[in-house]
T-cell receptor
Framework: GQQLNQSPQSMFIQEGEDVSMNCTSSSIFNTWLWYKQDPGEGPVLLIALYKAGELTSNGRLTAQFGITRKDSFLNISASIPSDVGIYFCAGRGETSGSRLTFGEGTQLTVNP | KAGVTQTPRYLIKTRGQQVTLSCSPISGHRSVSWYQQTPGQGLQFLFEYFSETQRNKGNFPGRFSGRQFSNSRSEMNVSTLELGDSALYLC????????????FGPGTRLTVL
């Protein structure tokens, strides 16, 4: 079945630093979604990507849909303490309906 | 517009019991997907319902079932609970099956003792 490898698993950074994380898939996806999850809550959608090569920003967040359709990355610029949380990538194949395959998550810690 | 709501937020059950969880999607959304989240397995897809029909199913045993009502609200049921069923159960709604964006609810934390 489809598998997503997300890296890094965890990051410890200082406030103000930039962050980058990525996901690679064994299969082609037609949609990439990036979510952030706080403890005890559901994932919150950050950015959605629908086209190979697409680069989309949401405030300090920027994500790209890889041209091979098998990878995506998320950048966070000038990190702040409230960026702390777990970031997940999720991909959806063309015949998957609404079924999302999730990466393992990146735990981000920001030191003030 | 209200977000996805899930009830209850927390549940404690014992092995062998059954449980029903409820999800109300965003108004106008007709697709509801269910996911199980555990520390060991991460987020795993359970099933998707659209227009009261199951459209997709993940690799879970038949003890896990669901349904969707005409108002798009969905329930999932787990029978004969096992310790390993302890997890955060999340539902996600989208406008239609394969809809571009999916929005998650806060989840139901199920603990099986």
């Amino acid at each position: 079945g489809q598998q997503l490898n997300q890296s890094p698993q965890s990051m410890f950074i200082q406030e103000g630093e930039d962050v980058s994380m990525n996901c690679t898939s064994s299969s082609i996806f037609n949609t990439w979604l990036w979510y952030k999850q706080d403890p005890g809550e559901g994932p919150v959608l950050l950015i959605a990507l629908y086209k190979a090569g697409e680069l989309t920003s949401n405030g300090r967040l920027t994500a790209q849909f890889g041209i091979t359709r098998k990878d995506s990355f998320l950048n966070i610029s000038a990190s702040i303490p409230s960026d702390v949380g777990i970031y997940f990538c999720a991909g959806r194949g063309e015949t998957s309906g609404s079924r999302l395959t999730f990466g393992e998550g990146t735990q981000l810690t920001v030191n003030p | 517009k209200a977000g996805v709501t899930q009830t209850p937020r927390y549940l404690i059950k014992t092995r062998g019991q059954q449980v029903t969880l409820s999800c109300s999607p965003i108004s106008g959304h007709r697709s509801v997907s269910w996911y199980q989240q555990t520390p060991g397995q991460g987020l795993q897809f359970l099933f998707e319902y659209f227009s009261e029909t199951q459209r997709n199913k993940g690799n879970f045993p038949g003890r896990f079932s669901g349904r969707q009502f005409s108002n798009s609200r969905s329930e999932m049921n787990v029978s004969t609970l096992e310790l390993g069923d302890s997890a955060l159960y999340l539902c996600a709604s989208s406008f239609r099956t394969g809809g571009r964006e999916q929005f998650f609810g806060p989840g139901t934390r199920l603990t099986v003792l």
